[in-house]
């Protein structure tokens, strides 16, 4: 039985949160951990692997406690991290490492008492991760695609409204303008490099982002309607369908 499995008694009404001040004493006491410091909650979708189960010290200093989620939100292994010199972008490191994902983390809190919001958060995270991969993301480094999958009958008006008319075009037509408008974001708004990555002429990546703004009536050049071309992108790329 794993360790994680006891600790759900323990973790389970920190991160259902509101829990009084004598059961976070309690539950920190049982834990090992203190009652303040720098935590975060991390959630992943399946069974976490076992090589990433050991509660450290890590060489940094982090200390995890797993237990299980039992929320039907989506996730399955949850653990609570008491970070240490490498923060964040280490306990997701470690994650990486041992294959676990796709996952979500929580920004930082300050106490055990607040790991009922970072518990919400961090389920925030994983929604946000696109189907099929196994990446863990934090939360503060995806806070727009947050917003969108925290209200999904607006994200769902959004790709109607920006995206109906390329969604109309047949699948093999829709994904090389998707991937033309990927492509180029991902080189910084560079034809040239963007062109590279694609195997294809300059030309073919501008006349096909052209294309794309027709069909979409938005520019790549007005800020604004690039914002909602990128929010439409990022819609589409979370939903289960190809593009």
Not at 158 to 163: D, N
Request: net charge positive; charged share 20%.
């Amino acid at each position: 039985m794993r360790r994680g499995t006891r600790y759900g008694v323990l973790l389970g009404p920190l991160l259902a949160g509101g829990a009084p001040p004598d059961l976070v004493r309690r539950a920190a006491r049982g834990l090992g951990l203190p009652e303040r410091g720098a935590y975060a909650v991390v959630v992943l979708a399946g069974s976490v692997p076992e090589a990433a189960v050991a509660e450290g010290p890590d060489a940094d200093g982090t200390l995890w406690r797993w237990c299980g989620s039992g929320d039907g939100d989506g996730a399955g292994d949850v653990a609570v991290v008491l970070l240490g010199a490498a923060g964040p972008p280490g306990a997701v490191a470690r994650l990486g490492k041992h294959g676990a994902g796709p996952g979500g983390m929580s920004p930082v809190v300050g106490s055990l008492a607040e790991l009922g919001a970072a518990r919400r958060l961090a389920g925030t995270a994983l929604l946000t991760c696109a189907p099929g991969t196994r990446e863990v993301v934090r939360l503060d480094e995806r806070l727009p695609t947050a917003l969108l999958v925290s209200r999904p009958e607006l994200s769902a008006r959004l790709l109607a409204e920006v995206f109906g008319p390329l969604l109309a075009l047949v699948p093999a037509e829709r994904a090389v303008l998707v991937g033309t408008l990927e492509a180029w974001l991902e080189c910084g708004g560079s034809m040239g490099r963007a062109a590279v990555r694609l195997r294809c002429h300059r030309n073919t990546v501008f006349n096909r982002l052209r294309r794309l703004e027709r069909l979409t009536a938005r520019s790549l050049s007005r800020p604004r309607e690039l914002v909602d071309l990128v929010l439409a992108l990022d819609v589409l790329r979370l939903s289960s369908a190809p593009p």
